[in-house]
């Protein structure tokens, strides 16, 4: 399934936004959103990002599309590096990409039928124009589970799952070979979520794709991906290459994994609840940035920011004790463990 | 700030969620308030900053109209001057320097008190505005007091009424009022209740003016005729300027009170289909409480600015209902002004108005600054 | 829209694809014949001016149609014909308009180059023949199809709400009465009987007769022309150009965003009367064309506000980002997906401000900015009769017909704000 060759190498990613304030709005600070995040993706993978709300992952996402542009860092795309890429180059470059928001229906303009929103980026590309556009543009519907009736209707016609479908039949018109998923699934209900999900993997197949699959979801990102990589605060903490709810190594990934809800019943209550709250990237913490939240943390963690180190296959996991802690997550409820605050 | 969310990843069991979310809210709020503070003195400050160009620009706009309305050198000459006069009067007043240097002339003479001489008043410019500007006010401030009071309950009583037949006619006098051409209507007031009542033998409403001159005596000391009434203790004055008060407010107020009416229902519509609504009345709350209590507060904070908008209207309204009802305020000064030509006069009456409009608007942004947290944060 | 097989669409593009081509050789012969006539027609309309066979107006009128006439023909067949190998199905809906336009000018202007029009109808007619027909026909058909049911819907919308349809009713009667009021009113504009002064009303002045002997009902009648034409004039000056730099302002940002925007505070410094009032004043004299150029540059910053505000929150809506990422250009996305969404807005403050400005026209013209005394306005008519009581008809009349006009406006914005309204629109 993973095959060795890189498609993107995305190396010390940074991207800060500024925060001004004050009477002449000067710059008070900045929102370290992506951190120095280094990670690969390889071709004809679905590799997936997880994390909390607002720890960067969206903008990760974002960054490497070039949509915003980023503070410091390398991307580097087949071989090339598509750092600095300006104008008409990025606009060749961006056929190879292509992204699906969260909102289906913000992401479509609401005064655009569907054939001229999935047909432009064949329009403005110069790849085809009139009926030899709408036919390709039948054909990307066809591909998504849409039909002829469909082309020539408004975004409010549609149902959310369909919205999403159009988005993704949008993305996959230029035929490109790396899409950024971003929490593609949020915003529809579950039963639609499937089939969405389903959908995006056949597809997969069928092209060949790369996916960066970002959700909050981790059964989602289970089900979707190849290999798992677990954001926190601008930060890669763990990256796995198998199954995230039996590898963790990481105490924030072991957190996260066991708050997913399963429906046994004897489990009930064994969760670690994560106490407080997240930290501001404005002022992240010392050191490791969960060390406020993490109950293993000792002295080092607070001087020390810890590498990603390689636990062996391909497992990286940026945490000083990593491997030699009883995360825990997988037996019963230990009751000291769980920092239910009083109320 | 939405950084500081009280929402964690996926936390769904039990009590102890709560608790923590209890304890983040608590300190979220704090953290709130004291950023609130913060927030509050810099927008204050910003707004203030604002101004400055604002009146800057106000200053250079007047400037410029000034200088493009005519030579003043026209004043001081007849035509038998000489050219060489003519070129002397020119230097003496500075009229041959550069315009920047005649924009700093002009800076400095508004500064120092010297806003020009006012020909169709046979005054000083300041002299007139000090004896012109109380009635102007006066009448403008009975004229925004009659529309909020009248604007306000009628706005609420459209909108919780919506659809029924007060509503209608709540609308229909809203929108007579904000297409009806403000002149008219005051003329069409005097023509009822001063030329028709009067014919019909019927207690007829003064014609103008602010005062029934020919009977009473009256020596103003604040300039304000109401008060100046009070403070003398005659009761027979107070109640005669009333009484002239009441046509020329009405006709003023009225373009005021349609405004008021259509935002109070349009944003108190707006405030009752809120969650915080539904929850209240389904907390079982009189709907006397829900839309006095909960919902009028909200409601008002649009109509706020819209009172300072109205000002605006107010000033080109007083210029209009002055004219027609002699009221010797500076509307009625401007206009004589202008058919005269008298420069000093235009451009001093311009420049006052626009001066008080950036007040009340700045005043006005502050209030809704200090009512509505969302605004500071733009 | 009726269904179609895919391989009818693409089949059609070979099998035409030969006869295709003289047509296009016929545009773009066409393209140059029109716009050299164009020119021709400016020189031969100068040469009538100087023998005198025609006046200034004639002139201009000439020229203006002419050389509209030429440009756009210029700028809309020229492109199309020359790119003969990139010709598309999109293109040919725009030969067709060129082409009407070109005629409808054609036909204003009047001259000789009415003849040339003939060869713009043969366009429109071989466009309409079946081969060159199945070229662009069903494509244009099927684009047309959901904005056609849009607009019905729109449509559906404004006559279920009978306010906004009264508006329409009010507004359409106003400019009926301008156009035909040679035809309607029994008296000229400034025709009088200055001996039947301050007449009441009687069939033979059926709304009585003013101080001068005027008829009140056909000065009332003839103001109509004068009293739109500002308002028209107004509103549609200060929107283009107000849009223009609003958006301008919006869509850059930055130093060009910041001097508009204080740019713009200090015009909402004065109130609108009364910078109005001070910039006829500087204008010297004092007429319905300086009351127009005064209002217009009271007007501006509305729109420049307005556009600005709603191209800000566009841009930063997701659709543009989507639009980005798949390689769109900056004006591409400001054109196509930016303007389209910020237009309604900008549509129902421009219908309520015909209401505001026709409001301001007639008050400046009141306090005595207007045409000369004794001309039909609205304003001036009132001004006019204020000072007689007892003739109440001489000021009634005319300010109602004020009264209804600004309400017909104010009627149809406010309605149609609402039928525009996104969150109650969606079905």
């Not at chain 1, 670690?272 to 080092?300: D, Q, T």
């Not at chain 2, 009659?146 to 306000?152: E, K, N, Q, T």
Request: net charge neutral; charged share 20%.
């Amino acid at each position: 399934m993973t095959s060795s060759e890189e498609l993107i190498q995305v190396r010390n990613l940074k991207k800060y936004f500024q925060l001004t304030g004050g009477v002449f709005r000067k710059v008070m600070g900045y929102v370290r959103a992506v951190d120095d995040v280094t990670f690969d993706i390889y071709r004809g993978e679905t590799l997936g990002l997880v994390g909390e709300s607002g720890c960067g992952k969206t903008t990760c996402g974002r960054t490497i599309m070039h949509l915003i542009p980023k503070t410091a860092g390398e991307i580097i795309f087949e071989g090339k590096d598509v750092s600095e890429i300006k104008g008409g180059d990025l606009r060749e470059f961006r056929k190879n990409m292509g992204i699906v928001f969260q909102d289906p229906m913000a992401s479509l303009d609401p005064r655009i039928t569907i054939k001229n929103a999935v047909g432009e980026p064949l329009l403005v590309n110069g790849i085809a124009k009139g009926f030899r556009l709408r036919n390709m543009v039948l054909e990307l519907l066809q591909k998504v589970g849409l039909s002829e009736d469909h082309l020539n209707r408004f975004p409010h016609e549609f149902s959310g799952g369909q919205r999403q479908r159009i988005c993704i039949a949008r993305a996959l018109a230029l035929n490109p070979k790396f899409i950024v998923m971003d929490e593609p699934t949020s915003s529809t209900d579950v039963s639609v979520q499937a089939q969405t999900l389903n959908l995006m993997k056949d597809l997969q197949k069928e092209f060949n794709l790369t996916y960066l699959f970002i959700s909050h979801n981790l059964s989602v990102v289970k089900h979707m991906s190849d290999r798992v990589a677990v954001m926190y605060l601008g930060k890669i903490v763990e990256m796995t290459p198998g199954d995230i709810f039996e590898d963790a190594m990481h105490p924030y990934s072991a957190a996260l994994v066991s708050a997913v809800p399963v429906p046994d019943p004897s489990l009930r209550g064994r969760a670690h609840i994560l106490a407080g709250e997240v930290p501001s990237p404005i002022n992240p913490p010392s050191g490791c940035r969960f060390h406020p939240r993490c109950r293993f943390a000792k002295e080092r963690c607070m001087e020390e920011i810890p590498e990603l180190r390689d636990m062996g296959g391909g497992q990286l996991v940026a945490c000083h004790f990593a491997g030699e802690l009883d995360l825990g997550y997988k037996e019963e409820l230990d009751a000291s463990s769980t920092l239910a605050v009083e109320a | 700030m939405a950084l500081i969310s009280p929402r964690t990843i996926d936390l769904k069991t039990g009590h102890a969620q709560l608790a923590l979310q209890k304890h983040i809210a608590g300190c979220a709020r704090a953290i709130r308030r004291v950023i609130w503070h913060m927030r509050l003195r810099d927008y204050v400050i910003r707004r203030l900053l604002l101004a400055i160009p604002v009146v800057i620009g106000v200053l250079a706009i007047t400037f410029v109209l000034a200088y493009v309305m005519g030579d003043p050198v026209g004043i001081y000459t007849q035509e038998r001057t000489s050219p060489e006069a003519v070129e002397a009067i020119r230097r003496a007043h500075g009229l041959d320097r550069p315009l920047y240097e005649q924009f700093f002339f002009y800076l400095r003479d508004l500064a120092s008190g010297d806003w020009g001489y006012s020909v169709s008043a046979r005054l000083p410019v300041t002299q007139v505005i000090a004896t012109r500007l109380p009635a102007t006010i006066e009448l403008s401030l009975f004229a925004i007091v009659f529309a909020i009071a009248l604007g306000i309950p009628l706005g609420i009583l459209s909108a919780t009424k919506k659809d029924r037949w007060p509503d209608h006619v709540t609308r229909v006098v809203a929108l007579a009022g904000v297409s009806m051409p403000i002149f008219w209507f005051a003329l069409m007031l005097k023509y009822v209740f001063f030329f028709q009542f009067y014919m019909a033998g019927l207690p007829a409403l003064p014609e103008g003016g602010r005062y029934t001159f020919t009977v009473l005596p009256y020596t103003p000391i604040t300039g304000f005729l109401l008060i100046d009434s009070i403070i003398t203790l005659n009761p027979v004055l107070f109640m005669d300027g009333l009484v002239h008060l009441i046509l020329p407010g009405f006709a003023l107020g009225y373009l005021t009170l349609a405004i008021i009416t259509r935002m109070m229902r349009s944003s108190m519509l707006e405030v009752l289909k809120e969650d915080y609504i539904t929850l209240a009345r389904s907390k079982g709350l009189r709907e006397r409480v829900v839309i006095y209590r909960h919902a009028l507060r909200n409601a008002m904070i649009p109509t706020v600015t819209v009172i300072g908008l109205a000002f605006g209207g107010l000033m080109s309204g007083a210029v209009l209902t002055e004219t027609i009802f002699s009221w010797p305020g500076l509307g009625r000064w401007s206009t004589r002004a202008i058919l005269n030509s008298d420069i000093p006069s235009i451009n001093a009456f311009t420049l006052l108005v626009a001066f008080i409009f950036v007040g009340a608007n700045l005043v006005v942004d502050l209030v809704y600054g200090a009512l509505d947290p969302r605004i500071r944060y733009g | 829209m009726t269904k179609m097989d895919t391989k009818q669409y693409s089949e059609e593009i070979e099998e035409t694809s030969s006869s295709i081509k003289y047509f296009v050789y016929f545009i773009l012969v066409l393209g140059f014949i029109n716009v050299i006539a164009g020119f021709v027609n400016i020189i031969d309309a100068l040469l009538l001016y100087d023998i005198g066979t025609i006046n200034e107006i004639g002139l201009m009128g000439n020229i203006a149609t002419g050389s509209i006439a030429a440009i756009v023909i210029g700028i809309l067949l020229l492109p199309i014909g020359l790119g003969v190998r990139d010709l598309e199905n999109w293109a040919f809906p725009w030969v067709l308009y060129a082409n009407l336009l070109a005629i409808l000018l054609f036909l204003v202007n009047g001259g000789f180059i009415v003849y040339i029009g003939l060869f713009n109808l043969f366009a429109i007619i071989l466009l309409m023949t079946p081969q060159i027909r199945a070229f662009w026909w069903k494509l244009y058909m099927e684009d047309m199809g959901p904005r056609a049911k849009e607009t019905r819907y729109t449509l559906y919308l404004i006559r279920k709400s009978p306010l906004v349809v009264a508006g329409i009713i009010i507004i359409a009667v106003y400019i009926c009465l301008a156009i035909f009021a040679p035809y309607i009113t029994p008296y000229g504009p400034t025709e009088r009987e200055w001996y039947n002064f301050l007449q009441a009303p009687s069939p033979q002045h059926i709304w009585g007769t003013d101080q001068n002997g005027g008829d009140v009902f056909s000065m009332v009648i003839w103001a109509t022309q004068v009293d739109l034409k500002i308002a028209i004039s107004v509103v549609a000056v200060a929107l283009v150009v107000g849009a223009f730099i609003g958006a301008a302002a919006g869509y850059f940002g930055g130093a060009v965003d910041e001097i508009v925007m204080r740019i713009t505070d200090v015009f909402f410094a004065f109130p609108g009367l009364i910078l109005a009032m001070a910039i006829v004043s500087a204008l010297g004299a004092r007429n319905l064309d300086n009351i127009s150029i005064a209002l217009m540059l009271v007007w501006w910053p509305t729109y420049a506000r307005l556009v600005r505000g709603q191209v800000l929150i566009e841009r930063e809506k997701l659709y543009v980002e989507a639009a980005r990422s798949v390689g769109a250009s900056d004006m591409r996305i400001l054109a196509f997906h930016i303007l389209p969404n910020t237009i309604q807005p900008v549509i129902v403050q421009a219908t309520l401000d015909m209401g505001g400005v026709l409001l301001t026209a007639a008050g400046l013209s009141f306090i005595g900015f207007g045409a000369e005394a004794g001309s039909a306005e609205w304003g001036l008519m009132i001004a006019q009769g204020q000072n007689h009581f007892a003739q109440y008809w001489v000021t009634l009349f005319p300010g109602l017909a004020i009264l209804f006009c600004a309400l017909s406006f104010n009627l149809v914005g406010d309605g149609v704000r609402d039928i525009l309204d996104p969150k109650l629109r969606r079905r």
